[in-house]
């Protein structure tokens, strides 16, 4: 710990690795707004703008290190996951007219520090794994390992369907992020079956919030938890 | 700018108290007017403030029955706390004045909660139920917000190894990319939410609302009149100012400071730092017209969003080594 401490005193990062780092934090800060937000809507708009960080960060990877590659990734990227996907879920929002659906299990505050508990313990479990990049600063990978984990309190704590499916996407956005640092030169078919799956993850999310909702005339998922009969 | 002659430092330290002591009245009436204009009002003027406590000073001072000396003594307090902390941050120049290293981040965040504390001692003594409210409430956000202080100082800490404004300001301004590597502008923004709360502003407090049932700082005062309240005024006027000394001149834009002790680079210091806090001002008061006032049991959400960024601040610094 003292050495990393010394080394933090010192060293500044350049501004490559200042400016990715930054966009990577920025999208660990929208899974923190997506645990928050109140509305379907306003998380579905959330989940756009991480992705919209995830194709920026792709880009300027790509710009700066010469990668070609992954400028086909963040325009794939830019219109699935920006644009596509967010717009067919408000879509199925809108035929749901569903607008608030009260479904915290936790009180935010708790919810918050709850996640940050997670995010720390996964910053610091994937920091100590020996990953050293070309491509991006090692920190990305961890903030990408704590993504996922918010992801994952997204999903366990707030119960509706919405904040499930959002949850599940906004995973993905985190396992990208990992995958640019990891191998930003990763086979360009395998970049684009990851996107794949959240293709199919989306029809099926899409047929679950329709079932649900015809079902129970609402899009949470507490009445689930009751006996039938 | 190296004109003039050059000031004794404790000359320029005196002058560092002076500006908070002579333009935070100051500051708060022309943010007030901006405020009123914004929201379609005339507005008092500018130097409203300062006729505000001319006249308080005139007037007598009445003590609740059950009161002590400490309801008394406790706006002397916070006042003196509030002239002693501008020696200790850098707010005209970017060298350590002579007593400026006599106290450190923790130094300076001790006499800040120690003036809050004095004044919330002051109105739980007073038994009136609006004072005693505003003085809990005070207190119990204050509490609440300390982690998130207590983090931006840690990051502090690593950027710099050491605790001192100076040295932070140094580092923010050493290089592009220092000023902006994540770490860093995460404790901005940290620090940002922080003095949003600590001024009582909005989604916190509405600074000017009227109504007890929603005051937080504002209630502790209630009880005071005359020149006691002028010192209690004055003295959250200078606080303010403080505050977007340690936002400005330590953490946002450590830029414009005097790098000598040349009398026109001290006063060009002071005219760019009241244009600086002028500005940050209007931001706050654009903040107060586009939100609306938290929930009083919400409020924990907006201390849960301060920690999240000062935490996340020092973890990129520890994972990244220099992130």
């Known amino acids: 710990m003292s050495s990393l401490m010394a080394a933090a005193g010192v060293s500044v990062p350049s501004t490559f690795s200042g400016v990715a780092e930054g966009l990577t934090v920025v999208v660990l800060l929208s899974e923190f707004a997506m645990l928050r ?52 879920v408000l879509r199925l929002l809108r035929d749901a007219r569903v607008e608030l659906v009260a479904s915290n299990r936790a009180s935010v505050a708790s919810m918050t520090l709850l996640a940050i508990v997670l ?33 994952f309190v997204l ?75 | 700018v190296a004109a003039g002659p050059v000031l ?7 002058f560092q108290v002076l500006t908070i002591f002579v333009f935070a009245p100051g500051v708060s009436g022309a943010i007030a007017h901006v405020e009123a204009r914004l929201q379609g009002r005339r507005g008092p003027r500018v130097l409203q403030p300062y006729y505000d406590l001319a006249k308080l000073f005139r007037k007598e001072t009445l003590v609740p029955e059950d009161a002590s000396w400490v309801f008394l003594a406790a706006p002397v307090l916070a006042f003196t706390c509030y002239l002693i902390v501008p020696l200790l941050i850098p707010e005209l120049t970017t060298y350590g004045l002579p007593l400026g290293y006599m106290g450190d981040i923790l130094g300076g965040g001790f006499l800040l909660a120690l003036a809050g504390f004095s004044v919330a001692l002051a109105a739980a003594e ?41 040295a932070e300001a140094a580092a923010s301004r050493a290089s592009f990319a220092s000023a902006i590597r994540p770490a860093h502008l995460l404790a901005v923004v940290a620090f940002f939410l922080v003095v949003l709360q600590d001024t009582g502003r909005i989604p916190v407090e509405t600074h000017t609302s009227t109504l007890e049932f929603g005051m937080i700082d504002e209630a502790r005062t209630l009880e005071h009149s005359g020149p ?96």
Not at chain 2, 129 to 142: E, H, N, V
Not at chain 2, 298 to 310: D, G, H, Q
Request: no cysteine; glycine share 8%; charged share 10%.
């Open chain 1, 155 to 229: 999903v366990i704590l707030r119960a509706d369907v919405v904040s499930q499916a959002v949850g599940f996407f906004s995973l993905e956005n985190g396992v990208s992020v990992a995958s640019l640092v990891v191998a930003a030169g990763l086979p360009l078919v395998v970049e684009v079956a990851f996107l794949f799956d959240l293709l199919v993850a989306v029809v099926v999310f899409g047929v679950l919030m329709r079932v649900h909702h015809s079902r129970t005339a609402t899009l949470s998922t507490d009445i689930l938890d009751r006996l039938k009969g």
């Open chain 2, 228 to 323: 006691a309240l002028a010192l209690l005024k004055w003295g959250s006027n200078m606080k303010q100012l403080i505050l977007y000394v340690l936002l400005l001149n330590v953490f946002a834009t450590p830029w414009g400071l005097a790098g000598s002790g040349r009398a026109g680079a001290v006063g060009l210091a002071v005219v760019i730092f009241i244009g600086k806090a002028l500005g940050v001002g209007v931001l706050f008061t654009l903040i107060d017209n586009s939100f609306s006032k938290l929930r009083l049991f919400k409020i924990t959400e907006f201390m849960a969003a301060a920690f999240l960024l000062a935490v996340l601040s020092v973890l990129v610094l520890f994972v990244g080594g220099g992130g």
């Open chain 2, 8 to 14: 004794d430092p404790h000359l320029t330290q005196v």
């Open chain 1, 37 to 88: 937000a109140p509305l379907s809507r306003s998380q579905i708009r959330l989940y756009a703008f991480q992705s919209l960080t995830v194709t920026a960060l792709a880009a300027y990877v790509a710009a700066a290190k010469h990668v070609p590659d992954l400028y086909i990734l963040a325009g794939l990227s830019l219109a699935l996951k920006v644009i596509i996907v967010p717009a067919v």
């Open chain 2, 126 to 166: 007073t038994n009136a139920p609006y004072a005693q409210l505003g003085s809990s409430r005070a207190m119990t956000f204050s509490a609440l917000i300390e982690p998130s202080i207590l983090f931006v100082t840690f990051a502090v800490a690593l950027i710099t190894t050491t605790d001192l404004p100076y």
């Open chain 1, 119 to 151: 995010a720390v313990f996964g910053i610091f479990v994937i920091g100590t794994l020996p990953v050293r990049s070309h491509s991006l600063p090692t920190a990305a990978f961890s903030l990408a390992g704590a993504v996922v984990l918010v992801a």
